[in-house]
């Protein structure tokens, strides 16, 4: 059984060390195992752990959320609903983040051809252009 520092994890998951003490000290990362001296050793299950932390963390989670859903997880069949609604929930903020992304997309985009036929017209001695032929207007990357 592969086992790894917390130094050796911490890089795995590009975190700091104290981040691995906090995931533990909040009970997210559960029954890791020290060394005579003290040292922290991870094994594959915290590793598994960890990848989904990850994913929770950067699909918005908090904390709370996702010990709320290892806890959850540990009775799934008692949990179940609960387990669905937190998803839910989750995808359904995670949709609406993407969309308000794709908005603020195509506003720099228009942004971007705008100032850029600014710069264009200004070098050709050309009128400036008016923003208001690029507010609704559509621009691919």
């Not at 290892?70 to 983040?97: K, P, W």
Request: include cysteine; charge should be negative.
């Amino acid at each position: 059984m592969a086992e790894y520092t917390i130094r050796e994890v911490a890089g795995k998951f590009h975190m700091q060390p104290s981040t691995l003490r906090y995931y533990e000290d909040t009970g997210l990362l559960t029954n890791v195992p020290r060394t005579e001296t003290g040292q922290r050793v991870y094994q594959e299950c915290h590793i598994n752990r960890l990848r989904s932390i990850c994913c929770f963390k950067h699909a918005g989670m908090s904390i709370d959320e996702i010990r709320t859903f290892f806890s959850y997880e540990s009775d799934e069949e008692g949990h179940i609903d609960e387990i669905m609604d937190l998803l839910e929930s989750r995808r359904a903020a995670i949709v609406e983040q993407e969309r308000l992304l794709a908005e603020a997309h195509a506003h720099i985009l228009r942004k971007l051809h705008f100032y850029g036929d600014i710069r264009s017209a200004a070098a050709a001695g050309h009128p400036r252009p008016d923003w208001a032929d690029y507010r609704n207007a559509i621009f691919e990357d």
